[in-house]
């Protein structure tokens, strides 16, 4: 099974019960991927929101990605982790983590997106499809035709982020992209399990 098909991206602003409920309907709704995101609190409030989701993950199948933090994701023996540009460099954090765990990296350009071929990664989050209100720091927008020839060019995975929702999803998917992960589109519906399940069937 691809475990990038359908990507939920936590959003650090939801409360602990809101996070918990929305992973919850993610993963009954059949997302393939959870990542927890937090950009505000502390490192002690990481650990205990990551660890309240690897709860919810027990069992499932679903793999727990921690974004930014190698400490974090060792914290809670999370199965991988997301790192940024500038968070710590991917041979160290394989050093870290050990060959099992999951890790992927954000791609800005061209250059990381060649440089990323010789890197120790699973797969490469391509930053940013379009421009969103949920990440305000992004450097570039790929397009859909900026993601076609990423995918061509990368031997990696590519899972696509960034104002991705169902009205660009079929799009998205024309492109032969991984996977998709998103914030808004599962967080912030009314259901996200339903959400969820109606991204699915446009993704096939
Ligand atoms: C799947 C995925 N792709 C890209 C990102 C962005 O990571 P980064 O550039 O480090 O920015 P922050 O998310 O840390 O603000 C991601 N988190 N996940
Ligand atoms: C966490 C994140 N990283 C991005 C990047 O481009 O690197 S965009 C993003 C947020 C995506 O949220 P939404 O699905 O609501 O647009
Ligand atoms: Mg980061």
Redesign the pocket.
Known sequence: MNPYRLYL?TDDQQDLETLKAVVTGAVAGGVTMVQV?EKHGDVRAFIERAFAIKVILQGTGVPLIINDRVDVALAVDADGVHLGQSDMPADTARRLIGKDKLLGL?IENEQQLIDAESLPIDYV?L??IFA?P??SN?KKEWGIEGLRNAVAKCSFPIVA????NASNLDAIIGTNVDGVA????ICHAPSPKQATIDLLKKIG
């Open positions: 991206v995101r954000s989050g930053s940013a969103t949920t990440k992004t982020i960034g104002g991705i998103l914030v808004s589109a």
